[in-house]
């Protein structure tokens, strides 16, 4: 009998400990694997159900998570592989349906600079959805949400090369087509 409480004790502990690592992981996490899951789904209420999926997995796999040594990289391939599932699933994507995120203000900057910028976000985010999906996956991943290439090669399946290949390419579309929108600078 008293085996079996300590075993039960130690059971409870542990699901506890692994309770704990999974709060901290969305409390850490969360707005990362929304992020991602929007850049690819490109819908707000698409990116929030993978998102919660994202998490759903990690309370499954839970076991894991205490041995994950870079847990912010785990967290992004999970919440990839669960947006890509979701996009596959999708047949029409609609962009730039809604903002996403919230918009924060800086004291001093007046209502045309900040109209003025969210037109300029608009735009680029517009440019941004319009390029391969193989460009704008690199460029998402690793420029937008600042993941290593070496993780977003993992994510991706490519190398690392392919990686900064494919951001510098995306990189120099968007400049081109900025530079059409604008003009040529004087």
């Known amino acids: 009998m008293i085996a079996e409480s300590a075993i039960a004790g130690e059971v409870r502990a542990l699901a506890q400990q ?12 969360a707005r990362l694997v929304y992020r991602i899951a929007y850049s690819v789904l490109r819908n707000p209420a698409d ?20 041995g994950i040594q870079d847990r912010k990289a785990w967290l992004a391939r999970i919440a990839w592989r669960v947006a890509v599932e979701r996009r596959k699933g999708i047949v029409q994507l609609e962009v730039g349906s809604e903002e996403a995120g919230e918009t924060l ?10 109209l003025l910028d969210r037109e300029r976000s608009s735009a680029l985010e517009k440019l941004i959805s ?6 704008r996956d690199a460029l998402v991943l690793s420029t937008l949400e600042e993941i290593a290439p070496r993780d977003v090669a993992i994510l991706l399946g490519i190398s690392e090369a392919a990686v900064r290949s494919r951001s510098f390419r995306a990189r120099e579309i968007l400049r081109e087509k900025l530079v059409t929108l604008n003009g040529p600078r004087t």
């Open 18 to 29: 692994e309770e704990d690592l999974l709060a901290t992981a969305v409390r850490d996490h």
């Open 130 to 135: 319009a390029l391969p999906t193989s460009l």
């Open 47 to 66: 990116a929030e159900d993978a998102t919660q999926e994202t998490f759903l997995r990690v309370l499954r796999y839970g076991k894991k998570l205490a």
């Open 105 to 114: 203000v800086a004291p001093g900057h007046g209502a045309d600079r900040l």
